[in-house]
């Protein structure tokens, strides 16, 4: 005889996706004023996280890889970012769905560099349940723009990921990492 | 544009949905009292408490796609039993395919130790005859719960010693299966309850032993994972027949 499981899960990841892109793109289409233009962006890229703390503890090594997706309005000099972080630890594969702002501070003629902060609720992926997890971070974007419609963006600093949930019943789990990230990024049509 | 987008993420979550790890089912409480467990961001090291510094360690390479953690009741167990420090290698999206030698550097960290025996679980196991088949003289021995070596990776002219661990009587039921294995490991003798003789010369040679009743995770402390048969014994009655066996494995080849 054998056993199956799993749609539990699928409804899960399903579920969150939903409520945080709703309501980040609800929320950027509420503060918008009628009338004015939004440029809106597609970017992928990768994220690299070589790491300083694990479990509160100074333990430098590299905590994991991640594949980003992230859709962008940008209004004059404020942008709000959403989408899908895949990531590779070792606690096994995790989602994030960053919600992110971003705020200009100088622009020049190829080169924009620009603030951001983060927060991304998230979840190991694990079954029959997985854990949630969340990470925050600051970090500063040097843009590059290449042609008319793309652009490479760089960007690098700390962030702190935690999992309340697999703490308390695996294993302490916290990070502070330096977080590198290199993304293409398209203009929408 | 937009049905780019939704590939994307459509991709993802399905690889990610795809890619789940099975979570750890025991409590702390069920860790023998003896036994510390530490860990760090690459590893975890079970060892006897106030143990004396081993001559003889084990270096575990976990099954894929199963939580880093579900092996430690059973690890702890043998631990407990023998006095041998395990050491588990945390796999990145606990896949050991993905950094399959990380084990050696961790294995730097134990100076003091001198003579390793590595094992695996599944695709752990795998993978650590991996190791041994292109690291042949850092290992002393290899045990395979549930696994055997990738065709590229024989190991049937290697000098160590291997014992070989069948969860059922399915695991061994593909005949077809079990000749590929035999041609890819050391000489083998199946041993048993009426019939544990391990072969005079302690070295290059394997001994294999199927457990009755058994399930692919009851090596670890998870599941049932798809596609597992139903056991018919406890998981204490299972871990406690590998524990004897991999007991029995460490002192006829002089390990303690």
């Excluded at chain 1, 000099?77 to 989602?95: D, F, N, V, W």
């Amino acid at each position: 005889m054998r056993t199956d499981g799993g749609n539990l899960m699928k409804k899960t990841v399903s579920a969150i996706v939903l409520i945080v892109l709703s309501s980040a793109f609800s929320l950027f289409g509420g503060i918008i004023p009628d009338g004015k233009e939004i440029d809106w962006q597609l970017s992928t890229g990768l994220t690299f996280m070589p790491g300083l703390l694990y479990a509160d503890q100074w333990d430098p090594g590299y905590s994991g890889t991640a594949f980003t997706f992230l859709v962008s309005g940008e209004y004059e000099k404020i942008t709000i970012s959403s989408g899908l972080e895949a990531g590779i630890t070792y606690a096994g594969i995790t989602l994030l769905f960053p919600l992110k702002g971003s705020f200009l501070i100088a622009r020049g003629k190829s080169l924009d560099f620009s603030l951001q902060a983060a927060l991304m609720p998230g979840m190991i992926m694990a079954r029959p349940t997985p854990y949630f997890l969340f990470a925050g971070e600051i970090t500063g974007e040097l843009k590059w723009h290449f042609g008319s419609r793309s652009s490479l963006a760089f960007t690098v600093g700390p962030r702190y990921t935690s999992s309340p949930s697999y703490s308390a019943s695996v294993a302490p789990y916290s990070l502070l990492d330096i977080v590198c990230g290199v993304n293409l990024v398209i203009l929408r049509d | 544009m937009k049905t780019f987008r939704f590939l994307v993420f459509q991709t993802l979550i399905l690889f990610s949905v795809a890619s789940c790890s099975y979570r750890p089912l025991f409590a702390p409480d069920e860790i023998p009292a003896d036994i510390s467990i530490t860990e760090d961001r690459n590893s975890i090291l079970i060892e006897p408490l106030n143990g004396a510094a081993a001559d003889v360690g084990l270096l575990f390479y976990p099954g894929g796609l199963v939580d880093n953690h579900v092996y430690n009741k059973l690890l702890s167990g043998f631990s407990s039993a023998t006095g041998v420090p395990v050491v588990v290698v945390k796999m990145p999206a606990n896949l050991a395919v993905l950094d399959i030698y990380s084990g050696l550097e961790i294995v730097e960290d134990f100076p003091d130790t001198a003579r390793w025996v590595i094992a695996g679980h599944s695709l752990g196991g795998s993978m650590a005859a991996s190791v041994v088949f292109k690291y042949p003289d850092e290992f002393e021995g290899l045990i395979f719960m549930d696994s055997y070596p990738a065709n590229s990776a024989g190991l049937s002219g290697w000098s160590g010693a291997v014992l070989s661990l069948f969860s059922s009587i399915e695991k061994i039921s593909d005949s077809e299966r079990m000749e590929q294995t035999l041609s890819l490991i050391p000489p083998a003798t199946w041993i048993g309850e009426s019939s544990r003789v391990y072969p005079a010369d302690k070295s290059n040679y394997s001994v294999l032993h199927q457990i009755d009743g058994g399930s692919h995770s009851y090596f670890g402390t998870y599941g049932p994972q798809d596609g597992d048969y139903t056991p018919t014994i406890t998981r204490e009655e299972f871990h406690s027949e590998v524990i004897d066996y991999m007991r029995e494995f460490f002192d006829e080849n002089g390990w303690r």
